[in-house]
C-alpha cells in the first residue's frame, strides 16, 4: 500500500470534573458532586478553524458533547490493592542495569517531521540545545495488510534525525483496523500484535532509535476505540509487557517508555478517566507486574495559563479560568511521583514527554492561551526547565510541545490553531522569544555540565 500523510490526533475538548484525585495506591475514592468544564489537552486537531487577526481573550466555555452518546459516569470501584515493595532486579535484560535511566537531566522536543522541511526543523532544534526529538507515528499506516509493513516517509526522518546527531523517541499511537474487533484504532486486542510491530522497526532501523514510548494518553476515550474505563489500564499493562519483551529481545538499551495518562480529573466513560485512577489501576494490576516492564514513566503535566511554580489548592494562579483543579498544573507532575513512590515504583525515573504553554490562537478549549504573551510562554518554560533540573532529581529527560507546528499550520492556512500557539517559531521559521530563552538557558547548563 502507499503511506498517507499522517493523520494527527483530534484535540477532542475534554470535560473536566474539578475534584480532588490525589490519593494513595489503596485509598478509597468516594462520590462527589460533578463539576463540568473544558479541561485543555496538546493534541492535534484534524479540522480547521477560521483564521482572525482579532483574537478576543474568552472565559471558561460552556461546551455539550453533541452527537456523543450520553456520557456513563464510571462507578466507583473498590480499593485496589496495594502493590508489594519491589525486589529491584540489579541486572537487565543484555546484562545492562534496570531500569534503565539518565544519570543527569536531557532535554528534547517534539516536532512534527513528516512531509515538511526537516532540515529547517531538526537544524533549529540542533541549535537550540535539544539532544532528543519526539516523533508520534501511527502505527496504522506503517502496516497492513497484518505483517506487511511499510516503512515510506518514516524511513526518511529516522535517518535524519541520526544525520544531525541527535536522539530519537518514537511515540506509537493507533492500531490498524485488522487488530481491533471493533474495526476502530484504539489498543490492539492482541498485545502481541504490537510487539511485533516493534520488533520489525528494530530491526530495521538498528541503533538509531533510543526510546519508544508505548501509546499516548490512553486515558481519554478518543486515544482508546471511543470508551474508556480503569478496566483498559489492565489490558495496557498487557500491551507495555508485549511491546517491552519485544523490544529488549532486539535491543536492550532501547528506554521503554510507558505511555502518558493526559491529566485530566474527568470520569466518563465517553471523555477520560481522571489520570491519578488511571495510574493507580496501571500499578495495581496483578499486584503491580507492570514494574517489570518500563524503564520510564512518561507523564504529561498541564499547564494551562498557569505560571509553573504555581499549584492549586496552596499556591495558586492568579490566572483567569483552568485554576481550580491541580491537572492544570505544571506542578501536579508532583503528584503523580508521590503516587509512584507509594506504589513502589520510586525506582522508575519520569520523563517529561510533553509540556509547554499556549499563546493566542483560536481554537475552542485552548481559550486559557490568549492570556499568555510570547514574553510570557519564554518565562513559563525555561522556568519549568529550571525547576526541573533544581528540584525534580526523578527527572531524567524533558519534551518541549512544541517545535515548528507554526510553519506547519501556517502552511495549512491555520496560523491561530492551537498546536501553532504552543510552537516556539512562527510560521516563517524564525524564532519566538521562548526559542531565544531556551538557548540562552540550555548554553548554560550545557556549559556547566
Not at 31 to 38: G, K, M, R, Y
Not at 160 to 177: D, E, F, G
Not at 207 to 230: D, F, M, P, R
Not at 311 to 340: C, Q
Amino acid at each position: 500500500m502507499t503511506l498517507p500523510l499522517l493523520r494527527w490526533i483530534t484535540a477532542s475538548t475534554l470535560i473536566a470534573v474539578l475534584l480532588p484525585v490525589l490519593v494513595a495506591c489503596s485509598a478509597t475514592e468516594t462520590p462527589i458532586a460533578l463539576s463540568l468544564s473544558a479541561l485543555p489537552t496538546a493534541a492535534v486537531r484534524a479540522t480547521s478553524q477560521p483564521t482572525s487577526n482579532s483574537i478576543v481573550p474568552a472565559g471558561k466555555p460552556t461546551l455539550a458533547l453533541a452527537g456523543t452518546p450520553t456520557p456513563t459516569f464510571l462507578p466507583y470501584p473498590t480499593p485496589l490493592p496495594q502493590p508489594p515493595t519491589p525486589t529491584t532486579q540489579p541486572v537487565g535484560p543484555g546484562g545492562l542495569a534496570f531500569p534503565l535511566r539518565s544519570d543527569q537531566l536531557q532535554f528534547g522536543v517534539a516536532a512534527h517531521l513528516y512531509y515538511v522541511d526537516r532540515d529547517a526543523a531538526l537544524s533549529a532544534a540542533r541549535d537550540v540545545g535539544f539532544g532528543w526529538i519526539r516523533q508520534q507515528i501511527h502505527w496504522k499506516d506503517q502496516e497492513g495488510p497484518a505483517g506487511n509493513y511499510v516503512w515510506g516517509e518514516l524511513e526518511s526522518i529516522i535517518e535524519s534525525v541520526s544525520a544531525y546527531n541527535l536522539k530519537l523517541m518514537l511515540s506509537i499511537v493507533r492500531t490498524p483496523s485488522f487488530y481491533r474487533a471493533d474495526g476502530g484504532d484504539g489498543l490492539p486486542d492482541d498485545p502481541a500484535a504490537l510487539g511485533n510491530f516493534v520488533a520489525a522497526l528494530l530491526q530495521r532501523y538498528p541503533g538509531k532509535v533510543q526510546a519508544i514510548e508505548i501509546w499516548n494518553e490512553q486515558n481519554l476515550a478518543h486515544e482508546n476505540g471511543g470508551y474508556v474505563s480503569t478496566e483498559d489500564a489492565g489490558h495496557y499493562v498487557e500491551v507495555l509487557k508485549a511491546a517491552y519483551t519485544s523490544i529488549k529481545a532486539i535491543d536492550p538499551s532501547v528506554i521503554v517508555v510507558a505511555g502518558p495518562p493526559a491529566s485530566t480529573a474527568t470520569n466518563q466513560s465517553n471523555t477520560a478517566v481522571s489520570d491519578m485512577r488511571y495510574y493507580r489501576a496501571m500499578y495495581s494490576y496483578q499486584n503491580g507486574s507492570i514494574r517489570n516492564y518500563f524503564d520510564v514513566q512518561a507523564v504529561h503535566p498541564g499547564g494551562s495559563a498557569n505560571p509553573p511554580d504555581t499549584l492549586w489548592p496552596n499556591d495558586p494562579s492568579p490566572a483567569e479560568g483552568w485554576t481550580t483543579d491541580p491537572t492544570f498544573y505544571f506542578r501536579h507532575i508532583e503528584n503523580v511521583r508521590k503516587l509512584m513512590e507509594e506504589c513502589g515504583l520510586g525506582d522508575h525515573q519520569i520523563w517529561i514527554t510533553e509540556f509547554g504553554w499556549a499563546t493566542q490562537n483560536n481554537t475552542p478549549g485552548f481559550e486559557f492561551g490568549n492570556q499568555v504573551s510570547y514574553q510570557q510562554q519564554a518565562e513559563y518554560i525555561v522556568g519549568a526547565m529550571r525547576r526541573t533540573k533544581e528540584q525534580y532529581p526523578w527527572v531524567g529527560n524533558m519534551f518541549l510541545w512544541n517545535l515548528n507546528f507554526g510553519p506547519l499550520k501556517a502552511s495549512q492556512g491555520e496560523p491561530m490553531n492551537e498546536q501553532a500557539s504552543f510552537s516556539i517559531l512562527n510560521g516563517d521559521y524564525s524564532p519566538r522569544p521562548a526559542y531565544l530563552a531556551i538557548r540562552d538557558y540550555l548554553a548554560g547548563v550545557h556549559a556547566g555540565q
